[in-house]
């Protein structure tokens, strides 16, 4: 099924679609970019239609959702062949999150939801396709982090909070 027919309009960028699966039992990206660790190595992945060589590595992947959600997959799946990214409902759980459906004006949604403080945050709304696939955006967690190219001995490696401290109240 080629799900760019769902979409209508010159905004939609399909490399940064995701599908919520509770089939799938990992959470497989098409792009490089989201894996903060990746070992490349291919790998067989069974599908409906049978046993395929899609695989081309794994390892920690880091995504975000529109609504700020951030995601630590340490088994994410990558498949630059791959149609489209698929997030599990595994991978969401071990996150900490949880899902629900929920039906507003007669649309159904998958909810990603967190209990904070006793209380159910409603942190993601994912829209459903007429064929009942949940979908998403999804992006990098932009990082800004320095490291020293020539860095050798990891003795010698402190951040600069375990030098200085945490800066209290009577700092600030």
Same mark, same amino acid.
């Not at 990992?26 to 990206?29: E, K, N, Q, R, S």
């Not at 004006?105 to 159904?108: A, W």
């Given at each position: 099924m080629d799900i760019s027919q769902y979409f209508i309009g010159p905004?939609?960028?399909m490399e940064e679609i995701c599908l919520a699966d509770s089939a799938t039992t990992?959470?497989? *990206?098409r792009n490089k970019k989201y894996f903060s660790c990746l070992m490349m190595r291919e790998?067989?992945?069974t599908t409906i239609s049978g046993s395929t060589n899609l695989i081309e590595g794994s390892r920690k992947a880091n995504i975000l959702l529109p609504g700020g959600t951030r995601f630590v997959i340490d088994d994410a799946l990558f498949s630059s062949k791959s149609q489209r990214n698929l997030l599990s409902f595994k991978d969401i759980r071990r996150n900490?999150?949880?899902i629900e459906t929920t039906n507003d004006?007669?649309?159904?949604y *998958?909810?990603?939801t967190m209990i904070l403080l006793g209380k159910k945050c409603i942190l993601e709304k994912l829209p459903a396709f007429s064929s009942g696939l949940y979908y998403t955006n999804i992006s990098t967690i932009e990082t800004h982090a320095v490291v020293n190219q020539k860095f050798i001995d990891t003795n010698t490696f402190t951040i600069w909070h375990d030098q200085l401290g945490h800066p209290g109240s009577i700092m600030m």
């Open positions: 905004n939609i960028n990992h959470t497989i *990206l790998a067989n992945v900490g999150y949880h004006e007669n649309i159904e *998958l909810q990603i």
